[in-house]
């Protein structure tokens, strides 16, 4: 161990008015015992935990106020249909997207994205029109438009990134063209933490004629996010990464696209009227909702996002920030340790690898230490492929997190360079 002084848990609110101790109380998850250690999550960026207020919200949902929505002329269906479209309000106003309609539940952001492939893509393009994606998506931003470009002979082109896991701007103009219909990029990459400049690669887009599909998965839980001042025609995110239930996100549109856009899936929920002569579809955003929605799940993350304004975003961002910081400063101590992701602006993702230690050997040992972590290609190969590893350690951080966790971590992967060493 060097000397570089660590700070000390209680330092870590400094200039930053975040009782994290009192947060930690909210997710009774935390406290468990992990191969006899209490448990230190930094696995976030896969799925963050859940608060109290969140599975409490769950709870009394299922206690008193479900059944089927839109259906029913009883007591119940009207609670939960009362449930379930304010939740779609907070979830509008959580994007900031001018209507609520503009909001369409889906599973997460992976169904949101195949969704506007789908849906979108199927509409619009042609042979030989092209679909920009940046080399540092995961593989839920890269697949879907590799499928609708195959049915619509359409094509799919790469933006490069460089070594410190950027994107390459003047490269991103030299793709733009007028044959580019859908630039599809994340807000923030899962497997390096870099924050793109949405805002700017949109505003090139549009200058060229094209959509902005943005996948905001990792951005969610961390920044907050505003679809009008982004000026982005689509984004998906997902609620588990965000505090919310698994299997909820939602699906931004604009209004004008999405009113102009076939369905994607067919089924009850969806149509205005049905015959074997043909059928119509509902507005939206029911049209894009076909079958029984998850309800519950939709209502807790409505409770999701009243918890990050709780805290607020901005100290949630400020609180992450802070330990990246830490956590990159430990790691400059060490030189087997090689970081995945220098982006100039970063969210909470430290990716590294251990020389002679294999990423996977490092999780078990972790994991053996109560440490959490994520090790593998983090469905992103492309990113693999560009710094020519097969597998990366990452530890992603929520607001809960401490820097007596990043501390453990640091003693358990001494521990693995010892055994492995
Ligand atoms: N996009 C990014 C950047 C992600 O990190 C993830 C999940 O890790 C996804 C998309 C897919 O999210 P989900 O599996 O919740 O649909």
Redesign the pocket.
């Known amino acids: 161990m060097s000397e570089v002084a660590l700070k000390t848990p209680t330092e870590t609110q400094s200039g930053n008015l975040l009782d994290v101790q009192e947060i930690r109380a909210q997710f009774p998850i935390l406290g468990e015992i992990v191969h006899e250690n209490t448990l230190a999550y930094l696995d976030n960026?896969?799925s963050s935990q859940k608060p109290i207020a969140v599975t409490e919200t769950l709870e009394r949902y299922y206690a008193t106020q479900h059944a089927n929505v839109h259906r029913g002329v009883h007591e119940l269906s009207d609670r939960a249909t009362e449930a379930y479209e304010s939740a779609r309000k907070t979830a509008c106003k959580f994007v900031n997207a001018n209507r609520t309609e503009e909001i369409i539940f889906v599973?997460?952001?992976?169904?949101g994205?195949n969704l506007v492939a789908e849906s979108y893509g199927r509409w619009k393009l042609q042979p030989g029109d092209e679909i920009l994606v940046s080399e540092m998506?995961?593989h839920?931003?890269i697949v879907p438009w590799q499928l609708i470009a195959e049915r619509t002979g359409s094509i799919v082109r790469m933006i490069p990134m460089n070594d410190n896991g950027e994107i390459i701007q003047e490269d991103y103009l030299n793709l733009l063209n007028d044959k580019t219909q859908i630039v599809a990029i994340?807000y923030?990459?899962?497997s390096l933490g870099t924050v793109n400049p949405i805002k700017e690669m949109v505003r090139m887009a549009h200058d060229a004629g094209a959509v902005v599909v943005v996948?905001a998965?990792?951005a969610a839980p961390h920044i907050s996010i505003d679809v009008v001042d982004l000026d982005c025609d689509f984004l998906a995110l997902?609620g588990?990464?965000m505090y919310a239930p698994t299997g909820i996100?939602i699906l931004y549109g604009k209004g004008e696209l999405l009113e102009a856009m076939p369905p994607y899936q067919g089924g009850g929920e969806m149509i205005r009227r049905v015959s074997f002569e043909g059928s119509t579809y509902a507005d939206i955003p029911h049209r894009f909702e076909a079958g029984t929605p998850n309800i519950a799940d939709a209502v807790g993350f409505g409770a999701a996002c009243q918890f990050m304004w709780d805290i607020g975003i901005d100290e949630i961002a400020t609180h992450e920030k802070e330990l990246l910081d830490y956590v990159h400063k430990c790691a400059d101590r060490y030189e087997d340790i090689r970081i995945y992701g220098n982006a100039k602006h970063k969210a909470g993702v430290f990716a590294f690898t251990l020389d002679k230690v294999h990423a996977h050997d490092l999780g078990t040992v972790l994991d053996r230490q109560g440490v959490a972590i994520r090790v593998g290609h983090?469905?992103a190969m492309p990113v693999m492929k560009h710094f020519n590893v097969a597998a990366t350690a990452r530890a992603s951080f929520a607001v809960y997190n401490t820097y007596d966790e990043i501390d453990r971590m640091f003693e358990a992967i001494n521990f693995a360079r010892e055994l492995f060493g």
């Open positions: 960026g896969a599973r997460g952001t992976t169904e994205l998506e995961h839920s931003n994340t923030v990459a899962n996948d998965a990792q997902s588990h990464k996100g983090h469905c």
